[in-house]
C-alpha cells in the first residue's frame, strides 16, 4: 500500500480509567477491519500527559477514497457490533486534524527495540506558506537533526472538504507539525530541552499564533509505529 497523501489525527478524551479498555478493543476489533476497507492504520498511541487520552493516526489516498473507505467500515459488521462499547469510554471524540503529508514518510515496521514519539503542532494565523515552509527545510529540520530528531515526518492542514461529515473535524486551523521518534523518553525530553534554547526554535514561535504543542506518544501493543 502506497504512502497516504490524507491523515487524520485523532485525539480522544476518556472516561478516567477507560484508556486501557479502549485500546484493548481497538487493537483487537479495529484494525484489521479498516485496513481490511482500505483504511491505513498507521500507529496508536498513549500519552504520558494525559491518563485519560487515546491518539492515533490514520491515512487514505485521497478525499474520494477517504469517504469511500469510511462509509464501508462505519456501516459495517465491526463497528455495528463493538461501536457501543467503544463508545462508552469516550468523553470527545471530535479532536480530529485533516492533514497532508509535507516531507518525510512515517516508517512503521518492527523495530530492535521500542521506540517513543514526540508530535509537535503548530497553529499559525494564515495557511502555511512558501515562507513558512521555507523555514522548516532551511532552519527548523537542520536544528531538529542536530537536537537528536532527524528526519521528522511532517503534515500541514488539508484543507478539502470533509467528505464524510459524519465524523467532524476541527476546521478554521492552520496547522503545520511532525513526528519524530527516540529511542526513550530519556532522549525525547533532552531533545525538548535543546531545541527550545535554539535560533531556528525562536523564529519558529515567532511566526505562530501561541507557543507549539508537543505530545509525547507511547504506542500501543498493535500499533504499526513502533
Known amino acids: 500500500m502506497s504512502y497516504p497523501s490524507v491523515i487524520e489525527l485523532r485525539q480522544y478524551t476518556l472516561h478516567p480509567g477507560r484508556r486501557d479498555d479502549l485500546i484493548e478493543l ?5 484494525v484489521a477491519t479498516q485496513e481490511a476497507v482500505g483504511i491505513q492504520v498507521l ?3 498513549r500519552t504520558p500527559v ?3 487520552r487515546f491518539v492515533w ?6 478525499m474520494a477514497a477517504r469517504r469511500q473507505a469510511l462509509t464501508a467500515f462505519y456501516d459495517g459488521p465491526a463497528w455495528a457490533e463493538h461501536r457501543a462499547a467503544a463508545n462508552a469510554t469516550m468523553i470527545d471524540s471530535d479532536d480530529v486534524l485533516l492533514l497532508r503529508p509535507e516531507s518525510g ?9 521500542p521506540g517513543v514519539y514526540l508530535a509537535t503542532l503548530c497553529f499559525l494565523d494564515h495557511p502555511v506558506d512558501a515562507e513558512f515552509r521555507a523555514l522548516f527545510r532551511a532552519e527548523v529540520a537542520p536544528m531538529l ?5 532527524p528526519a521528522p515526518a511532517a503534515f500541514s492542514t488539508e484543507y478539502a472538504e470533509n467528505t464524510f461529515p459524519r465524523l467532524p473535524v476541527r476546521t478554521g486551523e492552520h496547522a503545520f507539525g511532525w513526528l519524530t521518534r527516540f529511542s526513550s523518553m ?5 531533545h525538548e530541552s535543546a531545541r527550545v534554547r535554539t535560533a531556528a526554535w525562536t523564529r519558529l514561535r515567532a511566526r505562530l499564533r501561541a507557543e507549539p504543542t508537543a505530545l509525547p506518544l507511547l504506542p500501543t501493543t498493535g500499533s504499526a509505529l513502533k
Open 57 to 62: 493516526l490514520r491515512g487514505f489516498p485521497d
Open 105 to 113: 514518510e512515517l516508517s512503521a515496521g518492527v523495530r530492535a527495540w
Open 43 to 45: 500507529g496508536q498511541f
Open 186 to 190: 530519556v532522549a525525547l525530553a533532552g
Open 145 to 149: 537533526a542536530e537536537t537528536g530528531a
Open 50 to 52: 494525559d491518563p485519560d
Open 26 to 30: 481497538f487493537d483487537r476489533e479495529f
